[in-house]
Structure formats: structure tokens, C-alpha cells
T-cell receptor, first 115, second 112 residues
Framework: EAQVTQNPRYLITVTGKKLTVTCSQN?????MSWYRQDPGLGLRQIYY???????DKGDVPEGYKVSRKEKRNFPLILESPSPNQTSLYFC??????????????FGEGSRLTVL | DQQVKQNSPSLSVQEGRISILNCDYT??????FLWYKKYPAEGPTFLIS?????DKNEDGRFTVFLNKSAKHLSLHIVPSQPGDSAVYFC???????????FGAGTRLTVKP
């Protein structure tokens, strides 16, 4: 089954304790990205990656890091989480297409609470 | 700077009637527009899209209309069904594909 898998789905942590949210896709997609969803703000892009070893900042990259060492994996790293990073996080992927925009395939989300 | 706006946080309609969800955008560089549907505890799923060279795209009960001059698009669901109850996100992207922007979402409730 084609899917984007995120882990953990739920996490409560404390300020300053480093954490990683993993993301893996089995569709051989070149493009992967991370979004956070907050009330009234919709989905905002944190980082994206066009392919292996290529990453770029989205709208809200502060406080986050990513890496793309393999095509299927795109982990999101919070080096020193703060309460304003409490949010619902989505990983997404899509194939690269010429002269069109392919739809994103989303994971089920990771709800993070930072105390 | 919200370049994609969904000004109605919620919408309630009766089963069998039409649901109309609206979306406005400010960036004239957007070339593609998409609608995603999200159920609780799930990720958003793609619903329908439209290119800026068209003004209408239809897929079963779902139709998206684009008015480029007004920078406005809408999603029509006819007839609405209780299973359509979800949050709907409007999204827009330029042709370079890297910068897909989402609206805040509209929660649709279809009452039996």
C-alpha cells in the first residue's frame, strides 16, 4: 500500500529535550516536505526537499532541522523544543512532474506537545 | 502573510443540498489550485485540482471553479452527503512546484 508513515503519532515532551519525528514514504517520490497545522493558520511549510541531499526552508523553519540522506526518509529534528512548537505536524511527499503540480500525499500526522 | 484565504471557518448544509466552499488568493504567480479534504486523526487527502488555464474542473459530485481576474476559487459539492463532513483546505502553487500555500481550512458539516 502506497503511504507516508510518521512516527511518533503522539508525543509529549519538555522544553529543551531534543526529539526527532521520522517520516518515510514508499512511493519513490522525489519531493518531500513538512508542515505544521495550527488553528486559524492552516498548513504552513517548515522545510522541503526536492531530492536526496537537497533541502530548503519553507515559511516557518526556525527551530527545526531536516535531513534527506535517503530518498524514502525525511526526518524532522527539533534540537531544543519550545512550547510554541506545540502543534500538529504532517509529512508529505509527491512525485516531480513537468509543467504540472502533483498532489501531495500526507502522513497521518504527529501531535506534539512541548511543556 | 496569508496568500491563500478561506474566510469561512465553518459551513453547515443539509444532506442533498449544495455545499459551496470559497477561497481567495493574493499571489498572481499561482498557477495551480488544489482542494484537500481532512478527516479527524487523518492526514489531508487530495480531492480535486485546477490549472489556471481552465475555469472549471469536474469530478463526480465535486466541481472547482476558478475566477482568475477575481483571484477566487470555489468548490461545489452536489449533492452533499454526511460523509463529506470534514475540513477542506484550499491550496495554491506556482508552476515551479516548490511553494504550495494552504488556506486555514473550512469545516463542513452535512446534516442528515
Amino acid at each position: 500500500e502506497a503511504q507516508v508513515t510518521q512516527n511518533p503519532r503522539y508525543l509529549i515532551t519538555v522544553t529543551g529535550k531534543k526529539l526527532t519525528v521520522t517520516c518515510s514514504q514508499n512511493m519513490n517520490h522525489e519531493y518531500m516536505s513538512w508542515y505544521r497545522q495550527d488553528p486559524g493558520l492552516g498548513l504552513r511549510q517548515i522545510y522541503y526537499s526536492m531530492n536526496v541531499e537537497v533541502t530548503d526552508k519553507g515559511d516557518v523553519p526556525e527551530g527545526y532541522k531536516v535531513s534527506r540522506k535517503e530518498k524514502r526518509n525525511f526526518p524532522l529534528i527539533l534540537e531544543s523544543p519550545s512550547p510554541n512548537q506545540t502543534s500538529l505536524y504532517f509529512c508529505a511527499s509527491r512525485p516531480t512532474r513537468i509543467l504540472s503540480v502533483g498532489e501531495l500525499f500526507f502522513g497521518e500526522g504527529s501531535r506534539l506537545t512541548v511543556l | 502573510d496569508q496568500q491563500v484565504k478561506q474566510n469561512s471557518p465553518s459551513l453547515s448544509v443539509q444532506e442533498g443540498r449544495i455545499s459551496i466552499l470559497n477561497c481567495d488568493y493574493t499571489n498572481s504567480m499561482f498557477d495551480y489550485f488544489l482542494w484537500y479534504k481532512k478527516y479527524p486523526a487523518e492526514g489531508p487527502t487530495f480531492l480535486i485540482s485546477i490549472s489556471s488555464i481552465k475555469d472549471k474542473n469536474e469530478d463526480g459530485r465535486f466541481t472547482v471553479f476558478l475566477n482568475k481576474s477575481a483571484k477566487h476559487l470555489s468548490l461545489h459539492i452536489v449533492p452533499s452527503q454526511p460523509g463529506d463532513s470534514a475540513v477542506y483546505f484550499c491550496a495554491a502553487s506556482p508552476l515551479n512546484n516548490n511553494d504550495m500555500r494552504f488556506g486555514a481550512g473550512t469545516r463542513l458539516t452535512v446534516k442528515p
